[in-house]
């Protein structure tokens, strides 16, 4: 057996700012020689410094010089990267150094759209020169994130950079000469320089440009550019000029000073050639040809407490969020891009106001207080002036809490200035004390009652020969709530569950508000006109909960649930008939929901409603989804509305055809009118280093075709 001999050798560099740097050394055997001041160590060999290490089967240390020579297999590492070779040498002290047959495989990046988080890129050279901790130089090199295989080369990479020259940077920019872009080994790009960003968080330069086409743009083409502004903001510029729309403009900032004080905008403009033909078929034509789509987010925190909010979103006209889908500035991106950063997206596309809305909350103990201003943007044509405008809101409260004994006080107050350029402003101060008792008589029983007290004011200019006008409205609330949770445990073992949880709900729910005369009141929201309510809320709610065993804890979901409801309304049952053709209809519609939840598989929802005055069955919806692991699915969607007159299908399908070859298509199928309102086709193919999407997208109105394709770490081009 052999002895593992082990000598630990400290030695101290001076460096420029007269730091000091201690060194190991450690095999299987180390010799020295005193007349040459020279180690060999042999076997095992482990050079290791303070955040660099070196792995080898032989080494030569020369103490003056402060530079080993290595024999590999050889391994370098140093804050995340790992350098492999045949043999080299290298600096103890300059860390200067140079590796033959290299293979470097950079830190995987911090930035999720430019380099993925577990994305390794790999350089290849016949030479690697080191020039420092996190620098490099290499000629005749190849770039790619695919697996490789060095140095025998019996394969190929899928895609690769091979360039005549590259140095990378300790931040990770990598700057190469004569640089050509391969499939395998077939040249299909070339430029004679090219600054790349291969593991930095952030770098300036132009992004892979896209190519769009459609009916009604014609082809087109963006060059996005990037521009690292610091280490808190950035902006990119996407410059995209279409044959028959002409030259649109798109810009988007961010900036991030914290985890929470950050912020983002985005802008589309355009002068469009084309002339609007009823798009959409919504009946609204637009006569405006300077088009655009301007939004933001902000979050900022002023102080403890003091949380400011701005939500930003300008269009011109509700066709250009239908028109203009792609890009990175596109509206289903944006959303999904507003929502990752900051938890809350866009309004639906189909909106008949877009609401940009600047707020400032402020918390302590019971209490929550919070400024606003909002504006709707009308998206009717001619109706802008007309629309009223919340500027400034008020609002304060005091949230639920213990009063006296068995009594809770909540307490609102809420004030408004509603304007707007024609017709009648006016300010609008509501004050609404709340108490409500809930007695803890049985721990299964619930019981709530609560009484509200509101109190409106209003001051009126009415704009007109009546001038301004000073209005109040006082009434109360009665809410009382009967429940009562059953629950059955079930312990089972059978598809990965643990067991089982059984709870049925039955709920009584009755609500009151007195007739008030409220014609003369200013109606700037439905707020204003608050009818007279007497009526008795009765369901049925009962879930299923699952307790899944995952590693060493339980995770719970729920699996089925059922909620069946209905009313009846006192009023109606007393109201006095006009005619003797016309009947009392106390009894609302029946309205069934029920859910069927199994994770990462299954997911059913389906709605109805049926009415007992001769209409039947008024409604239906159902909505099912079948997934896998693999990214596979097969979903559909079915909506009736007897009195809306709506009878719709949906379908949506994604299969793996063969090794990596997807083909997905979605089509919404208007029953009613026996047409197809949109579809989608896909062919997409994903590999482990690369990944493109074919799209082609059809509506009554236009077809559209996008490709994209992505290279794993550096980004993607189309769309």
């Known amino acids: 057996m052999r002895l593992l001999l082990i000598l630990v050798v400290i030695f101290c560099l001076a460096s420029v700012a007269q730091a000091r740097e201690t060194w190991r050394i450690q095999a299987q055997r180390l010799f020295y020689y005193a007349k040459t001041k020279v180690f060999i160590a042999e076997g095992e060999v482990v050079i290791k410094g303070e955040d660099f290490t070196v792995f080898c089967r032989r080494a030569r240390y020369e103490l003056e010089t402060k530079t080993v020579f290595l024999w590999g297999p050889l391994t370098i590492t140093t804050d995340g990267d790992k350098l492999e070779g045949a043999s080299g040498w290298l600096n103890l002290e300059t860390y200067h150094g140079e590796v033959k047959e290299g293979h470097l495989y950079l830190r995987p990046g911090r930035i999720d759209t430019l380099a993925l988080s577990q994305t390794t890129v790999h350089v290849l050279a016949q030479k690697m020169e080191m020039r420092g901790k996190d620098r490099y130089r290499a000629k005749r090199a190849v770039i790619t994130t695919c697996e490789v295989c060095y140095p025998e080369r019996t394969c190929e990479p899928d895609w690769s950079f091979r360039c005549k020259e590259i140095k990378i940077t300790p931040a990770g920019k990598a700057k190469a000469k004569h640089l050509t872009f391969n499939i395998k080994k077939v040249p299909v790009g070339y430029s004679p320089y090219v600054s790349l960003s291969i593991k930095a968080e952030r770098h300036s330069g132009f992004l892979l440009p896209r190519l769009a086409h459609g009916s009604r743009e014609g082809t087109g ?21 279409t044959r028959k729309r002409g030259f649109m403009t798109g810009l988007e900032g961010n900036y991030a000073l914290t985890d929470f004080n950050k912020g983002t905008f985005r802008l589309r403009y355009l002068k469009d050639r084309l002339e609007d033909n009823d798009y959409n078929n919504d009946g609204i034509v637009r006569d405006n040809e300077k088009r655009y789509w301007i939004t933001a987010k902000v979050n900022h925190r002023l102080a403890p407490g003091w949380e400011l909010f701005l939500d930003l979103d300008l269009l011109s006209d509700k066709d250009f969020l239908y028109e203009f889908m792609g890009g990175p500035l596109g509206f289903e991106r944006s959303h999904a891009s507003y929502l ?66 068995p009594l809770n006080l909540r307490f609102v107050q809420d004030y408004v200035y509603w304007w707007r350029e024609e017709g009648f402003r006016g300010h609008r101060l509501e004050l609404a004390p709340q108490l409500s008792v809930a007695p803890a008589i049985w721990e299964p029983l619930e019981l709530r009652a609560s009484y509200l007290l509101r ?17 109040t409205r006082t009434l109360y609330e009665i809410e009382g709530l009967a429940g009562m949770n059953v629950t059955r445990i079930y312990h089972l073992s059978y598809f990965g569950l643990a067991g089982l949880k059984h709870v049925l709900r039955p709920e009584v729910r009755y609500f009151y508000r007195p007739p008030v005369n409220q014609k003369d009141l200013p109606e700037f929201t439905l707020s204003d006109r608050l009818e007279p309510v007497n009526r008795l809320d009765y369901g049925l709610l009962q879930f299923v909960t699952a307790k899944k065993k995952e590693g060493d804890s339980f995770r719970y979901f729920d699996l089925v649930r059922l909620w069946i409801h209905q009313s009846y309304d006192f009023r109606e049952a007393s109201r006095e008939l006009k005619s003797a053709d016309e009947q009392r209809r106390p009894f609302s519609d029946l309205y069934l929901e029920g859910e069927i939840r199994f994770p990462e598989r299954l997911y059913v929802r389906s709605t109805t409603s049926y009415n007992f005055y001769g209409l039947g069955w008024v409604t239906a919806n159902i909505s099912a989804d079948l997934r896998n692991s693999k990214g596979e699915y097969v979903g559909f969607d079915y909506r009736w509305d007897k009195a809306r007159n709506i009878d719709q299908f949906n379908f949506r399908f994604r299969k793996n055809i063969y090794r990596g070859f997807f083909a997905a298509y979605n089509v919404q199928y208007s029953l009613k009118e026996d047409e197809i309102s949109n579809s989608e086709l896909e062919l997409e193919y994903r590999a482990r280093c690369w990944w493109s999407i074919l799209r082609i997208f059809h509506n009554p109105d236009e077809t559209r075709y996008s490709f994209y394709v992505n290279l794993l770490g550096v980004g993607g081009w189309g769309r």
């Open 221 to 241: 083409l963006e060059i996005p550019f990037f521009w690292d502004v610091n280490d808190s903001v950035d902006f990119t510029f996407y410059p995209l000029y």
């Open 340 to 405: 990752d950063r900051f938890g809350r997206g866009l309004e639906e596309k189909n909106t008949r106001y877009r609401t940009s809305r600047l707020w400032l909350n402020h918390i302590w103990r019971h209490f929550f207080a919070q400024a606003s201003a909002t504006y709707y943007d009308s998206q009717i044509p001619g109706r802008q002036d007309e629309t009223l405008q919340p500027l400034p809101k008020l609002y304060f409260s005091r949230l639920t809490s213990p009063l006296w004994g």
């Open 455 to 471: 109190h409106t004011l209003y001051w009126v200019n009415w704009r007109g020969e009546e001038g301004h006008e000073y209005l």
